[in-house]
């Protein structure tokens, strides 16, 4: 579907054919994870005589976790017309749309998948 938006891109701008230059992916994914937003704490004790012993305990709670980021790709088109250097190994943008090249192209493509 790569080839499909550089097809697609190529005969919009007004040019018949294209040459990949180049793709590039980033994988800007990351797993946030916010902090508590309570906290409770329990506690008990004894009295034996002058001393006394307790324990306490601090339970916290609230805290989230969530993915942000994107996956990106990026890729480099030349486009190309009649007479321009290279025009001979370029990929015909209609060709690679296929038959029902104009609805693509009227419609565009919305994902590289």
Same mark, same amino acid.
């Given at each position: ?24 992916? #980033? ?9 508590? =937003? ?12 002058? =001393? ?10 609230? =805290? ?5 980021? =994107? ?7 030349? #486009? ?34």
């Amino acid at each position: 579907m790569a080839n499909q938006m550089a097809a697609v891109a190529t005969i919009k701008a007004g040019y018949e054919r294209f040459v990949v230059g180049g793709f590039g992916t #980033m994988n800007n994914t990351r797993v946030v994870s916010t902090g508590p =937003s309570y906290a409770t704490t329990t506690g008990t004790f004894n009295r034996f005589g002058n =001393s006394v012993y307790g324990t306490a305990n601090t339970t916290y709670g609230g =805290s989230n976790t969530f993915v942000a980021g =994107s996956n990106e790709a990026e890729m480099q088109i030349t #486009m190309l017309n009649p007479g321009d250097p290279g025009y001979e190994q370029g990929i015909d943008a209609r060709t690679a749309l296929g038959p029902d090249w104009q609805k693509k192209v009227d419609d565009g493509i919305n994902n590289c998948f």
